[in-house]
């Protein structure tokens, strides 16, 4: 059986993509589901206004291990910082989470079961779910943008 995709927008919200992140590697390890589930991001720069803000907050971030050390030494006032920066690098993206559903013939039940709870649960809820079945119309772009996600 070809594989379907659940396709979640999340929007700028990074604790909720982080939350179904867990989820579903909570389910992997849980049901055994290594290659059956598997998942992808997609993240989009939303403007160039955002984009030049993002430059000094993403070399702030490479430099973070020494800020928490900076930390460790100086006190709060190095801390105080880091917060600022990572809030200017969550609104600058646009995330979508790309959710692969890969079982065999004899396995259907399973992967009907899959694509109807996936959705349904809380983190999923939210980020208006979409569904991608094999010879639909979106079906060879979303496979070929899984494909080329790392």
Do not use: C
Request: a neutral charge.
């Amino acid at each position: 059986m070809a594989y379907s995709f659940l396709i979640f927008d999340f929007g700028v919200d990074e604790d909720a993509a982080q939350q179904a992140r867990h989820r579903i590697e909570g389910w992997r390890q849980g049901f055994r589901l290594d290659k059956k589930l598997q998942l992808k991001f997609e993240r989009k720069e939303l403007e160039a206004k955002n984009d030049t803000a993002t430059k000094p907050s993403a070399k702030a971030s490479k430099g973070s291990p020494k800020a928490k050390s900076a930390s460790k030494t100086k006190g709060q006032s190095a801390g105080a910082a880091e917060p600022e920066d990572e809030s200017n690098l969550s609104p600058a993206s646009e995330i979508r989470m790309i959710v692969r559903l890969d079982f065999s013939d004899h396995e259907r039940l399973s992967h009907q079961r899959w694509l109807e709870r996936i959705p349904a649960e809380e983190p999923f809820k939210a980020a208006k779910p979409r569904v991608v079945r094999p010879g639909g119309p979106e079906f060879a772009t979303t496979e070929e943008l899984f494909e080329s996600l790392d």
